[in-house]
T-cell receptor
Framework: KAGVTQTPRYLIKTRGQQVTLSCSPI?????VSWYQQTPGQGLQFLFEYFSETQRNKGNFPGRFSGRQFSNSRSEMNVSTLELGDSALYLC??????????????FGQGTRLTVV | DQQVKQNSPSLSVQEGRISILNCDYT??????FLWYKKYPAEGPTFLIS???IKDKNEDGRFTVFLNKSAKHLSLHIVPSQPGDSAVYFCAASANAGNNRKLIWGLGTSLAVNP
């Protein structure tokens, strides 16, 4: 069974640009969550999508947005990039949402560097 | 405001000894707790979990203990091996209607020395 796939693995962008990251969940998983990991802040929850609907949202500005397609693949978009957006962006998929079994399977992440 | 706190950023232990990683939480509504392990340049991988109806869960060398009155959980690794060297994240979740999301600690970097 293929794992969670995130593309691209590495990305360098300049301030003010926008970026789109992609995540393909494990086959059969309908819940996709996005996280930002920075050395000082740990894993910060961005949002979760389930069946193409945003179910949960973290405390990030509106520059961060996402969507999920009918095949459960998800994209995350960051507009007007700032230097502080440099981080490892992780995607996690799980089979169910809203239940006890919230075990999530993570992709390898996309390392975004904003210069 | 960190609802899940891992107060030790790093821990170093000798191979063969016990590693104890601690996690404190503030939200009494949390009813499910998980530990994840993360190697550099990889996503976190699930290690072990415990629900609030239990106080202990064991899986091989890994045991998680939950003390609800103290709002504290700990992960014990016995015996520790060099391959256990990684960042360990504690996460907690609560049922909010039909939605759950994981709240994460900042992680503890474990170094197991040969």
């Amino acid at each position: 069974k293929a794992g969670v796939t995130q593309t691209p693995r590495y990305l360098i962008k300049t301030r003010g640009q926008q970026v789109t990251l992609s995540c393909s969940p494990i086959s059969g998983h309908r819940s996709v969550s996005w996280y930002q990991q920075t050395p000082g802040q740990g894993l910060q929850f961005l949002f979760e999508y389930f069946s193409e609907t945003q179910r949960n949202k973290g405390n990030f500005p509106g520059r961060f947005s996402g969507r999920q397609f009918s095949n459960s693949r998800s994209e995350m978009n960051v507009s007007t990039l700032e230097l502080g957006d440099s981080a490892l962006y992780l995607c996690a998929s799980s089979f169910l949402t809203g239940y006890m079994n919230t075990e999530a399977f993570f992709g390898q992440g996309t390392r975004l560097t904003v210069v | 405001d960190q609802q899940v706190k891992q107060n030790s950023p790093s821990l170093s232990v000798q191979e063969g000894r016990i590693s104890i990683l601690n996690c404190d939480y503030t939200n009494s509504m949390f009813d499910y707790f998980l530990w994840y392990k993360k190697y550099p340049a990889e996503g976190p991988t699930f290690l072990i979990s415990i629900s609030s109806i239990k106080d202990k869960n064991e899986d091989g060398r890994f045991t998680v203990f939950l003390n609800k009155s103290a709002k504290h959980l700990s992960l014990h690794i016995v015996p520790s091996q060099p391959g256990d060297s990684a960042v360990y994240f504690c996460a907690a979740s609560a049922n909010a209607g039909n939605n759950r999301k994981l709240i994460w600690g900042l992680g503890t970097s474990l170094a197991v020395n040969p």
